[in-house]
C-alpha cells in the first residue's frame, strides 16, 4: 500500500456541485497538506495541519475547506466547484520538522465543467 | 519573501549530454533545500535534502550541490528514464512560513534517444 492514499484519482464534477477529495497516510506523521498544482504556476498551499485540532490556511484557501478526521485522514472540499479549480491536486504529510521532507500522494485531477 | 527560483523552465538533452539545473532561493535563513522528481500525472518523489552549504548528495546519475544563494541539480550522462519535472523547495529557519516547504515551479528536462 501507498504511504500516501488519495481518492479519487480521477473526477469530473459540475459547476456549483460540492466535491470532498479524501487523503489517508500511514507514515504516523502529525503533519499533513494539500496543494494544488496548475501549469506555469507550480505547487500551491491551499491548507495544511500540524495535528488533529490545528489547521491553518495557505495561500490559496478561497473557496476550500478542509477536516481532519484523525491522525491519518486529512479531506478537502470545494464547496461550490468552479471551472478555475480545476487542477491536480497533492495531498502531503511530513514528520515534526519537515526534515526528510515531503511524501506526497499520487493526486487527483479534477475537472471543473 | 521567501522565495524560489528554477531555471531553465524546460531543457532538452541527448541521451549522454551532461547538464545542470539550477535554484536559487531567497530565504531569511535556510533550513533546509530539497529536490524532488515528478512524473506526468504523478505525485513529486523526494531525491535529495541539502542542509548547509558546501553539502553534496549523490544518487545514480543525479548529484545536487548548495551553495549560500543556490542549488545545482547535475545530470551526468542522462537516459530517456530521467525525462521529468524537478521540483526545488526550501525550508526557512524562521517562522515566517510555518516550516512549510517553499516550491519553485519546476524544471522538465526531456531526454532523446
Known amino acids: 500500500d501507498a504511504d500516501v492514499t488519495q481518492t479519487p484519482r480521477n473526477r469530473i464534477t459540475k459547476t456549483g456541485k460540492r466535491i470532498m477529495l479524501e487523503c489517508s497516510q500511514t507514515?504516523?506523521?502529525?503533519?499533513m497538506y494539500w496543494y494544488r498544482q496548475d501549469p506555469g504556476l507550480g505547487l500551491r498551499l491551499i491548507y495544511y495541519s500540524f495535528d488533529v485540532k490545528d489547521i491553518n490556511k495557505g495561500e490559496i484557501s478561497d473557496g476550500y475547506s478542509v477536516s481532519r478526521q484523525a491522525q491519518a485522514k486529512f479531506s478537502l472540499s470545494l464547496e461550490s466547484a468552479i471551472p478555475n479549480q480545476t487542477a491536480l491536486y497533492f495531498c502531503?504529510?511530513?514528520?515534526?520538522?519537515?526534515?526528510?521532507?515531503?511524501?506526497f500522494g499520487s493526486g487527483t485531477r479534477l475537472t471543473v465543467v | 519573501e521567501d522565495q524560489v527560483t528554477q531555471s531553465p523552465e524546460a531543457l532538452r538533452l541527448q541521451e549522454g549530454e551532461s547538464s545542470s539545473l539550477n535554484c536559487s532561493y531567497t530565504v531569511s535563513g535556510l533550513r533546509g533545500l530539497f529536490w524532488y522528481r515528478q512524473d506526468p500525472g504523478k505525485g513529486p518523489e523526494f531525491l535529495f535534502t541539502?542542509?548547509?552549504a558546501g553539502e553534496e548528495k549523490e544518487k545514480e546519475r543525479l548529484k545536487a550541490t548548495l551553495t549560500k544563494k543556490e542549488s545545482f541539480l547535475h545530470i551526468t550522462a542522462p537516459k530517456p528514464e530521467d525525462s521529468a519535472t524537478y521540483l526545488c523547495a526550501v525550508q526557512a529557519v524562521d517562522g515566517g512560513s510555518q516550516g512549510n516547504l517553499i516550491f519553485g515551479k519546476g524544471t522538465k528536462l526531456s531526454v532523446k534517444p
Open positions: 507514515k504516523g506523521h502529525d503533519r
Open positions: 502531503a504529510t511530513s514528520g515534526p520538522r519537515a526534515r526528510e521532507g515531503y511524501t
Open positions: 541539502l542542509y548547509s
